[in-house]
């Protein structure tokens, strides 16, 4: 019968193996002056992560905050143009500054964007769970909807979506919404 092992001694403080270093992607990473760290690799259109080196598309800045009717104008440029993770990085910015009243709004079309994201880039969970999500924040929006907004238009077209994942039924590329009337 094999004899028992005992755990071995705990070490000394001064003993303590160091733990290895971060990988070398890791160390590289770029942080504000909190030491937060900021997003700084360059991405695809869909918003994906590129090696460091790599020339991606245009980046919007993380701090970027415009002001309701040109975050409108932008995110439906980039929406347009195939983009609409940075046009959920628009509404985002808008949505950190909007007032109390509009921060489900703003929060919902920002989701609806990057739930748009995550179907072009083929991940129906995300896509499911993220334009879920943004419907249900707008919705309180449609009857008196600010800044031109298509509301009802924008749950229509969140519904269809949803109803054509589920069913299995998916446009491709999928219709991008329109975000005014």
Same mark, same amino acid.
């Given at each position: 019968?094999?004899?028992?092992?005992?755990?071995?001694?705990?070490?000394?403080?001064?003993?303590?193996?160091?733990?290895?270093?971060?990988?070398?992607?890791?160390?590289?990473?770029?942080?504000?002056?909190? /030491?937060?760290?900021?997003?700084?690799?360059?991405?695809? @259109?869909? %918003?994906?992560?590129?090696? #460091? $080196?790599?020339?991606?598309? =245009?980046?919007?800045?993380?701090?970027?905050?415009?002001?309701?009717?040109?975050?409108?104008?932008?995110?439906?440029?980039?929406?347009?143009?195939?983009?609409?993770?940075?046009?959920?990085?628009?509404?985002?910015?808008?949505?950190?500054?909007?007032?109390?009243?509009?921060?489900?709004?703003?929060?919902?079309?920002?989701?609806?964007?990057?739930?748009?994201?995550?179907?072009?880039? /083929?991940?129906?969970?995300?896509?499911?769970?993220?334009? @879920?999500? %943004?419907?249900?924040?707008? #919705? $309180?929006?449609?009857?008196? =909807?600010?800044?031109?907004?298509?509301?009802?238009?924008?749950?229509?077209?969140?519904?269809?979506?949803?109803?054509?994942?589920?069913?299995?039924?998916?446009?491709?590329?999928?219709?991008?919404?329109?975000?005014?009337?």
């Amino acid at each position: 019968m094999p004899a028992s092992r005992k755990a071995p001694a705990p070490k000394a403080a001064s003993q303590k193996a160091a733990s290895p270093k971060a990988p070398a992607h890791q160390q590289q990473r770029e942080r504000d002056s909190t /030491g937060k760290p900021l997003n700084g690799r360059p991405r695809d @259109g869909l %918003g994906r992560p590129l090696p #460091r $080196g790599s020339v991606g598309a =245009p980046r919007i800045p993380d701090d970027l905050r415009l002001p309701p009717e040109e975050s409108i104008a932008k995110a439906q440029e980039l929406l347009d143009a195939g983009m609409p993770f940075h046009a959920h990085e628009i509404l985002e910015g808008t949505w950190k500054d909007s007032p109390e009243p509009e921060r489900m709004l703003w929060q919902g079309l920002a989701q609806l964007a990057v739930g748009l994201t995550h179907l072009m880039r /083929g991940n129906l969970v995300g896509a499911v769970s993220l334009l @879920g999500q %943004g419907h249900d924040r707008i #919705r $309180g929006y449609e009857v008196d =909807p600010p800044y031109g907004l298509d509301v009802a238009g924008l749950l229509n077209w969140s519904d269809s979506l949803l109803s054509n994942i589920d069913s299995g039924d998916l446009e491709q590329p999928p219709i991008v919404p329109h975000l005014l009337f």
